[in-house]
Each structure stands twice: as C-alpha cells, then as structure tokens.
C-alpha cells in the first residue's frame, strides 16, 4: 500500500472551514477543504515541513465550542496545493465529535472529487 492510500483511510467530507494554526513561532488562518477523524487538508498555503507539530482550532458547523487539537504535517503528494495535517493524541471526545460531524456532513470526498477539482 502506498504511503498516500495509507494515510487516506478514513472517510474524508468536503468542507469549507476556517482553522486556526499555530506553530511554535506564527500564527496562520488557513481554509480547510476536507476533513476526516484522520485529519484535514488545508488548501492553497504554504506547506511547512513534513513533521511540523502544530495546533488546530476549528469550529464544526453546527457546534458552539471549537475544536482544538495537536496535528502533524504529513508529506505532500503531487496534485495537492496546500498542506495535509494528520491529528495526533485526539481525545475519545474529540474523535467522537468529528465522527459525528461526519455522519450528518452532505458530501464525501472520492478520487474523482479529488481529479475533478481545481484546488
């Protein structure tokens, strides 16, 4: 299995989301396009290194209480502009909450969604 498919295991929405990261030195307002309990991507940013550890706040729609987790830039393939981050050490409630965030989102991403958008 390839590292890309690996790491694209779970179950990805579209979104249009604004996500608050920080770094240990700045702090960005990024878009997210999609989001999985695995992770988001970020779209049209810079990309730091792969292996940046960095905080997320997020609000799902239709929550009140922002989400705030740690994640991870994770090496980026071809076609994306913009930046994967994989969430690490989520919370059995933060996981429950993007879990159902998920079940109740309209649209799921697939390769084709993927091929077929311009980023």
Known sequence: MSQNADRR????VVV???VE?????????????????GGLFLDHTLP???GTLVQLELRLPGEQTPL?????????TDREQGMGVRF????SLERDRIAEYLERAPFRVT????TNTSH
């Open 9 to 12: 295991n779970n179950e990805r």
């Open 16 to 18: 249009d989301l604004w």
């Open 21 to 37: 990261e920080r770094t240990e030195d700045a702090l960005y307002f990024q878009r997210a396009t999609n989001l999985s309990v």
């Open 48 to 50: 730091h290194p792969a």
């Open 68 to 76: 705030r987790v740690a994640g991870e830039v994770v090496p980026p």
């Open 88 to 91: 690490v050490g989520l919370s």
């Open 111 to 114: 390769d084709e969604n993927l």
